[in-house]
């Protein structure tokens, strides 16, 4: 006790000299190895001891203590449990047993909130038993899943928040289950109250940071990620949120080495590997990223969120197919969409009456998809139809606003649970629920398999099946799902008469400039499209355009291009075909959706990517009088590869559409009549307006008609 140990090992060694039965002793010499990290030694000698006295409860405590100590839950979990065989109302060790069990999987962490809530009852007062209790509740209660232990978890916190309003780490606790609520606002606070009190707590820091880059305040999130690692160089979760933080700002090179940073601290963090897959996808490294992800999902199976990111990331590799997509999907869903569906629904079963949507998307902010979702709910029929709005975005924006104000009921969701949306969904009488993320990022499929509305939907926006079979349809056309797409679908596919795309410029669209060649002297081939899209096969593509085409240029531009990485990694995938860096634009793009579509007009041709081909951007070319040349497809190609030439085909442009063997001789043929190429230019926005692409109203009436034919199904069911 005095700290004179070696003085203490030789007496205990000379007691078991004179009697080796002295269990105490024994006990008591495997407490000292422990102390001195001779773990083996002290796990033997206390073995022994408990042989010898196999009714001391003390001996397996200890022995718990030690093996917790040095990162061994299992062996650990098991001196617990026979020491709580013995002890039973021992609250300390039902503590420290609870304590130490939350390092396995979801069965582990049911088990500890059981032995932590089992330290409470002992000890009313014992602070730490009820913050543990509460966080590992709030753990297995994650947001978007299950909430039945929510109103438990919330009452432990605030109990013991009370107990010591001013200890950080109480308070630090309540931040992150309040963060794992979903209550952005209460963890934001408790975060900072956790900072006040403790200035350089590097888990707050780290958890801040994250927290900042979710609610849109991004450059502050980085910053406090940097602090915390400051205070603490080796926190591997600093250096993961610093990498998302880095990858929503666009400097995907800092995100990968901030993953890689993560990486060397622990080199089997599931997080880290997922966000350098993300950083390296977005650099246009594909290929690169795929075994990431796969390697992530391994680690955390329970991560349905990077299973997602991983079928997403499969949409851009050359070659894949629908059935592989479909298995993946599938695999999904039966690991992530098993919730038991709902009692049948109450809704008046009358076919002709007026049907309230419900739509649900992350994406009703600034983001690509926004524009072509604000025109055609715009364009919905209100005396046929009442429009839900469901926003699972965590960042709104002034678009966003823009949303709000269309709806005739709006749901901020991002904080609710998949159990908790679904039962809005169904008390608010929700007639068809329309899905339009797919597995795409602000995802809430788990609320689908609960059956929350009669009518369930999905949309082939996103073009890929969501693996679940609990749909009543997935809406598409003969376009992008020709005869035979069935079999690649877990939906059932209701194709539209007509394109389900629609596009109309924005208000804030400039008027069309003149052909750029006609001041430049040379033809400038352009894509604005994410470097996702910019594959080994549209690099090759793209370059076969360049040499048909001599002196001409080519202009790239997105987010990316403000990292040092990602330029450094496109120059050198076209110089892999010949393509000379002094033949690329390179430029980043403005502020505000007039300056960045201002920018087609220094583009005279317009580029589209393989195998996955640009939606919006494509319709924002051809609307700023750029002509697009997009690639044919080939039969056995995803959906993915088909929009460009769908695009066309309804704009009545195609002859833009190219087998990839001719692609280079029809953008050199496009190129060669400057005269006729000026011309299509001052054309295009009338010509896209006046086409069924540019009818929205005529997809409005052809979705409204699509929610119709499938509620009167439903009602003929109902009776």
């Known amino acids: 006790m005095n700290g004179r140990l070696a003085e203490a090992e030789i007496l205990y060694g000379r007691i078991l000299e004179a009697a080796p039965e002295q269990a105490d002793a024994r006990h008591l010499l495997g407490v000292l190895c422990g102390q ?5 030694q002290a796990a033997a000698l206390i073995g022994a001891a408990m042989a010898l006295r196999p009714d001391a409860a003390d001996y397996p405590a200890n022995l718990a203590n030690i093996l917790d100590a040095v990162g061994q839950p299992e062996r650990a979990a098991a001196a617990h449990r026979r020491a709580l065989s013995l002890a039973p109302d021992a609250a300390e060790s039902w503590y420290r047993f609870g304590n130490a069990l939350p390092h396995g999987g979801t069965h582990l962490r049911e088990a500890a909130v059981a032995a932590l809530e089992r330290a409470v009852r002992l000890v009313p007062g014992d602070h730490r038993a009820a913050g543990r209790a509460a966080l590992l509740l709030q753990i297995m209660a994650r947001p978007h899943r299950d909430a039945g232990r929510r109103v438990e978890a919330a009452a432990l916190l605030e109990r013991s928040v009370g107990l010591l309003p001013e200890d950080a780490g109480i308070r630090f606790d309540r931040a992150a289950a309040l963060y794992a609520l979903g209550d952005r606002s209460g963890a934001m606070r408790e975060f900072r109250h956790t900072l006040a009190l403790a200035p350089g707590h590097a888990e707050a820091l780290s958890n801040l940071g994250l927290l900042l880059d979710e609610t849109g305040r991004t450059t502050d999130g980085a910053t406090a990620c940097r602090r915390a690692l400051a205070v603490q ?6 250096w993961v949120n610093l990498s998302a933080a880095c990858e929503t700002l666009g400097r995907y090179g800092a995100a990968a080495e901030a993953a890689r940073r993560a990486l060397t601290v622990q080199p089997g963090h599931a997080g880290a590997f997922s966000n350098l897959a993300g950083a390296l996808g977005l650099m246009g490294r594909v290929e690169e990223s795929l075994p990431l992800l796969q390697r992530a999902v391994r680690l955390d199976p329970d991560d349905r969120d990077a299973r997602s990111r991983y079928l997403c990331a499969l949409l851009y590799r050359s070659g894949q197919d629908g059935a592989g997509l479909l298995e993946e999907s599938r695999r999904w869903a039966e690991r992530f969409a098993v919730a038991a569906p709902l009692p049948p629904p109450a809704n008046d079963p009358d076919p002709n009456r007026r049907l309230r949507i419900g739509l649900v998307s992350g994406d009703f902010r600034n983001h690509a998809f926004s524009f072509y979702m604000e025109p055609l709910f715009r364009a919905f029929d209100r005396s046929a139809v009442e429009l839900f709005f469901y926003s699972t975005a965590t960042a709104p924006d002034a678009k966003t606003e823009r949303f709000r104000a269309l709806a005739d009921r709006w749901c901020d969701a991002a904080a609710l649970t998949e159990e908790e949306l679904a039962a809005r969904v169904r008390r608010d009488g929700v007639d068809v629920l329309v ?12 609320i689908f398999t609960r059956r929350p509305a009669p009518v369930q939907v999905t949309t082939a926006v996103n073009i890929v099946t969501t693996g679940i079979d609990r749909f009543d349809a997935c809406i598409t056309d003969a376009l992008l799902a020709p005869p035979g797409e069935e079999a690649h679908y877990a939906e059932p596919l209701l194709r539209l008469p007509r394109f389900s795309w629609a596009y109309q410029g924005p208000p804030e669209a400039p008027e069309v400039g003149p052909l750029p ?35 001409s240029r080519l ?13 450094a990694h496109l120059t050198a995938l076209f110089a892999c075909h010949g393509v000379s860096s002094d033949r690329l634009e390179l430029r980043r793009p403005p502020a505000g959706i007039r300056a960045n579509l201002a920018d087609y007009n220094d583009v005279d041709i317009g580029l589209d990517p393989t195998p996955y081909n640009g939606h919006t951007t494509t319709c924002e070319a051809l609307w700023m009088g750029v002509p697009v040349i997009v690639p044919a497809g080939r039969p056995q190609d995803l959906g993915i590869a088909r929009v460009g030439s769908a695009i066309m085909v309804s704009a009545g442009l195609s002859d833009l559409i190219a087998p990839d063997a001719a692609y280079a001789a029809r953008a050199a043929a496009l190129a060669a009549d400057r005269e006729a190429l000026a011309v299509l230019r001052a054309e295009l926005r009338s010509r896209v307006a006046a086409s069924p692409l540019g009818d929205v109203p005529a997809l409005a009436r052809a979705y409204e008609a699509a929610f119709r034919t499938l509620w009167r199904r439903w009602c003929a069911t109902a009776d």
């Open 517 to 551: 060649a006609l001041r430049n002297g040379f033809i400038t081939f352009g894509s604005f499209n994410n470097l996702s899209k910019i594959t080994e096969e549209t690099a090759a593509l793209w370059a076969g355009v360049l040499r048909a085409v001599p002196n």
């Open 36 to 40: 001195t990290e001779r773990v083996e």
């Open 435 to 446: 899905d339009l993320a797919s597995h795409t990022a602000g995802n809430r499929l788990g």
């Open 233 to 238: 160089p080796g926190h591997v979760e600093g």
């Open 555 to 567: 202009l790239l531009k997105y987010k990316a291009m403000r990292d040092p990485a990602s330029r």
